[in-house]
């Protein structure tokens, strides 16, 4: 998956809305937060632990949240310039 594709599936799948979870992204059509989920992952729930804890979720849910963190780590962490060795 492209950064460009895996976007915009994030953008039908993650969403924001002020009247929802205050503003937190979350999974379109549930109150499941993209915090959530990732601290599910970094704790070492597996996907199917995920999707039973939260069944409003779909396997596409998930793999929106890494692509999403994944994207926010490359926009956040900047690779330093190295110095060039003659």
């Known amino acids: 998956m492209s950064g460009a ?3 915009l599936k ?3 799948r ?3 809305d002020k009247e929802i979870c205050g ?3 979350v999974f379109k059509g549930t109150r499941v937060t993209l915090r ?3 601290a599910s992952l970094a704790d070492g729930n597996s996907v199917e632990e995920i999707l039973a804890d939260f069944p409003s979720l ?3 849910d998930i793999q929106a949240a ?3 963190a994944a994207a926010s780590a490359e926009e956040d962490l900047p690779v330093p310039e190295v110095p060039h060795i003659r």
């Open 5 to 7: 594709t895996g976007n």
């Open 10 to 12: 994030n953008r039908d």
């Open 14 to 16: 993650i969403v924001r």
């Open 23 to 25: 503003g937190e992204p």
């Open 36 to 38: 959530t989920v990732l």
């Open 58 to 60: 779909k396997a596409e």
């Open 66 to 68: 890494i692509a999403f």
